[in-house]
């Protein structure tokens, strides 16, 4: 499929390179041949004149004038038909180039999503046999058990993350604006990681009685995303710290990893549809590309602000600025 896109871009790309030219070449030849009529017609109309005639040199001077003033008026016409090819030319190219890429992560993404959903069913799956065929001792049950709830909860976020950004993005979701507790909710939805991945190390700085104005639903999934990010990226020996505090008029939420961290030039990227850091071939963390993205989304409709810092020594800082 790669070799087949790859030849249909080169494809399009010598169409789009011929074309260019071809214009370009017959812009070159309509100034040419205009302004050889131009001389012509000039010579022409000398050719006419009178030597004895007493206004010879002042028509000579008139004539020569006007074939200056057409090959400028010729020349003006080339270089402003010319930088309006090339500036239509650069939009098309860009566009193309964007519409391809963005097509080839609808590719990924849906490869992507296959296994994602297909996945967490195999494992819970396989699990919920084992429990049912064997008798198996209380502590490897309870692990058993444990694992299927993770992976149900992964296929859960994963459908509503599709869901919720395919309505937002219809128009279809009614955002409500509801006064909240926000302190309650991110404890709910820390507590709710922490029971979940019981061998990560976890910090909670959540400030009581944080109240904000929101969508509940919305911003648990921002929650969420934002703790499931953590935990797909940071070492198993890192810790994961969760944040909310008030600063002046600002509700600020953070969430810290120790995982890699983000290069500079992908800080703002990471928050387009689609986007994942590094390439398919090499990247080895799970994901479609749209949980960061239904970040950036919800935050926007809740007319707050949503950035990415670097963690000291490592890792990422995740931190969105709601105004009060």
């Not at 050889?36 to 028509?59: G, H």
Request: proline share 3%.
């Amino acid at each position: 499929m790669e070799a087949a896109a790859k030849k249909r871009l080169y494809f399009i790309s010598t169409i789009y390179w011929f074309l260019l030219f071809y214009i370009i070449a017959a812009l070159i030849w309509w100034f040419i041949a205009l302004e050889k009529q131009n001389r012509q017609m000039t010579n022409y109309k000398l050719n006419e004149l009178v030597l004895d005639d007493p206004a010879y040199q002042s028509k000579y001077d008139k004539l020569t004038a006007e074939k200056k003033l057409k090959t400028t008026q010729y020349i003006g016409e080339g270089v402003t038909f010319l930088a309006l090819t090339l500036v239509g030319a650069l939009f098309v190219y860009r566009a193309f180039r964007r519409q391809l890429k963005f097509q080839q992560q609808q590719q990924n993404f849906m490869m992507t999503v296959t296994h994602e959903l297909k996945t967490p069913i195999a494992v819970a799956k396989l699990n919920l046999e084992t429990l049912q065929k064997h008798a198996l001792e209380e502590a490897r049950r309870q692990k058993l058990m444990q694992m299927t709830l993770q992976e149900v909860n992964r296929l859960n976020t994963l459908v509503n993350n599709i869901l919720v950004s395919a309505q937002l993005e219809g128009g279809r979701y009614r955002i409500s604006d509801e006064e909240l507790d926000f302190s309650e909710l991110a404890k709910s939805c820390f507590s709710d990681f922490k029971n979940r991945f019981p061998d990560r190390s976890w910090q909670s700085a959540i400030l009581p009685e944080i109240d904000i104005k929101g969508d509940p639903l919305l911003l648990q999934i921002l929650v969420n995303n934002l703790l499931e990010n953590a935990v797909k990226y940071s070492p198993k020996e890192g810790t994961i710290q969760c944040k909310l505090h008030e600063a002046g008029k600002q509700v600020i939420l953070e969430v810290i990893d120790q995982g890699p961290g983000i290069p500079d030039e992908e800080k703002t990227k990471v928050f387009e549809k689609f986007y994942r850091i590094g390439n398919e071939n090499t990247r080895t963390a799970k994901g479609t590309g749209l949980g960061l993205y239904l970040c950036h989304k919800i935050a926007k409709d809740h007319k707050a602000s949503i950035r990415v810092t670097d963690n000291m020594p490592t890792g990422c800082n995740f931190s969105v600025s709601f105004t009060k």
